[in-house]
């Protein structure tokens, strides 16, 4: 009899075991075991509202530098994308390449980072932020530091691939400021994870440039893998984990075995059902972006904004030095030098619209009733004004940059319109992302791969075609073209998400 109540007891911490880990995998909470013998059953989360170990209540510091860290590998990613425009002409020159082939070698980084994140973003919900993040990083620099040695082939295979693993700063970025951030402070966060990846744009160019006319241009990949192994060493001492399911299993995991009284072991923990086996989570995982974006038309309609802004800006990416060398006849590396007002449209349009995105947020909340049931749960339709500003102003940049092109005038206004056309597509994009962050809550990971893959796509095919379009049409009605495009299929969006966002969030959720 003793063996059978023994064995009853095993049988009943196993199935302990089993719930708390499945509950921890889908991030709920509620109040803690209430006996070491697990007779009151319940799920795992943070002891009190101010435990220390819950990322919400990390020290400023901490928080401040884990961001600023994974900023950094952000910037890792942006710059090697387009570190080699400015090289290019002798990289297809050294390597025998066409003009397509050599842009292919530019655009091919980006199709990478639209593939990436599908794998990236569930299986750090599955095994954690960092771990993932340091394995993509190594990955990152491996094939970076091949791209050079050889042929056509290995430059289009290493940057692929070397695109698909430097994607994991930029798919986890968002995700971890969320993980430490609470709501109200989703601007601020997204503002500080921003801080220095769309510094990019401006230093990729420069570096490629200075580093193509003075060395060589295989040290423009080399150079770039030597930064994001000096990004890895800080986030290998300074990033903690930040994903709450991860935390939470661990903390379930740690609880029985402290309170099993020899009954719980590390391998009755992984003896679970085969819905809790690491490969059918690792399965469930990998479909679940997939999944969200066939299944959730919100996500479909954020893609447009995405999709389509991300696009234009690598369009503009790609073609903006030979704008300058050929209207303004400026060397390589005084044509690099331009992109710095690309820079300053997106560094000063995230920092300035994560703060503005607080204020809005912060306001439209003080206007709901005392006993609204949406003041304890804001909707995501508070950051469709700023999405608003984002989407108005991004064509008024595409007219002014390229009617000044076309025109000759002095070449500022051509940056002027260079960094309103900049300033609006991130602001847009960055309301529609923290409108998807408060979506999502639990799988943001995920949710940001879904969105991203269209804008990764669009970001690899415009650049195939640049040369067709503003040879065609010019600088002026070229980049009009793009104009149009954009206020007929985006400028609808937010009319769309402000009237029906609700009723569109509820299709597809489970």
């Known amino acids: 009899m003793a063996n059978t109540r023994e064995e009853q007891g095993i049988t009943s911490s196993s199935d302990n075991i089993n719930a708390v880990i499945n509950d921890a995998e889908k991030g709920k909470s509620s109040s803690i075991f209430q006996s070491p013998s697990f007779e009151t059953s319940g799920e795992v989360t943070w002891d009190g509202p101010n435990n220390p170990n819950d990322p919400y209540n990390w020290p400023t510091a901490r928080k401040i530098t884990i961001s600023l860290i994974i900023s950094l590998s952000q910037l890792v990613c942006l710059m090697t994308t387009s570190v080699i425009a400015p090289a290019l002409p002798q990289i297809a020159t050294d390597l025998n390449l066409s003009d397509s082939e050599a842009q292919l070698a530019f655009s091919i980084f980006v199709l990478g980072q639209a593939f990436g994140p599908f794998v990236i973003a569930p299986m750090s919900e599955v095994f954690g932020r960092k771990p993932v993040w340091v394995v993509c990083s190594i990955f990152f620099i491996l094939w970076n530091s091949v791209c050079p040695v050889g042929n056509l082939r290995p430059l289009i295979i290493g940057r692929f691939l070397s695109g698909a693993g430097g994607s994991c700063g930029v798919s986890l970025a968002g995700p971890i400021a969320v993980d430490m951030f609470r709501q109200k402070d989703r601007g ?29 241009w295989p040290w423009l990949f080399w150079a770039m893998s030597i930064f994001c192994a000096a990004v890895l060493v800080a986030g290998l001492i300074f990033v903690r984990e930040t994903c709450k399911p991860v935390l939470l299993r661990l903390k379930a995991t740690q609880q029985l075995r402290e309170a099993g009284e020899g009954h719980v072991t590390a391998t009755m923990v992984k003896q679970s059902s085969p819905d809790d086996r690491l490969s ?61 007002a690309i820079a300053l449209g997106s560094t000063l349009s995230t920092q300035t619209g994560g703060h503005l995105m607080d204020i809005i947020f912060a306001r439209l909340l003080a206007r709901l009733p005392e006993n609204s049931p949406l003041r304890d749960s804001p909707p995501p339709e508070f950051r469709v004004p700023l999405i608003v500003v984002g989407i108005l102003i991004l064509p008024i940049g595409l007219f002014w940059l390229g009617w000044s092109a076309q025109a000759h005038i002095a070449w500022i206004m051509v940056d002027i319109g260079a960094t309103i056309f900049v300033a609006g597509n991130f602001l847009g994009s ?81």
């Open 188 to 216: 601020k966060s997204l503002a500080l994870a921003s801080l220095f990846p769309y510094l990019g744009p401006a230093l990729g160019p420069i570096v490629g440039g200075l580093v193509s006319q003075y060395v060589s």
């Open 280 to 340: 059918s989570r690792i399965l469930v995982g990998l479909k679940r972006p997939v999944q969200l974006l066939l299944t959730r038309p919100i996500i479909q309609i954020l893609c447009l904004i995405n999709g389509i802004g991300f696009g234009m800006y690598i369009l503009v990416l790609s073609f903006y030095a030979t704008v300058f060398i050929d209207q303004y006849h400026q060397s390589a590396t005084a044509s690099s030098l331009q992109y710095i």
């Open 430 to 510: 960055q309301a529609a992302l923290a409108y998807l962050f408060d979506e999502f809550s639990t799988h943001t990971a995920s949710a940001g791969a879904a969105i991203r893959l269209l804008g990764n796509l669009m970001g690899f095919a415009f650049p195939l075609f640049a040369p067709q379009l503003y040879d065609g049409l010019g600088y002026g009605w070229g980049n009009s073209l793009l104009a149009f495009i954009w206020v007929v299929t985006v400028v609808p969006i937010p009319f769309v998400l402000w009237c029906w966002g609700e009723k569109l969030r509820a299709i597809g959720r489970k």
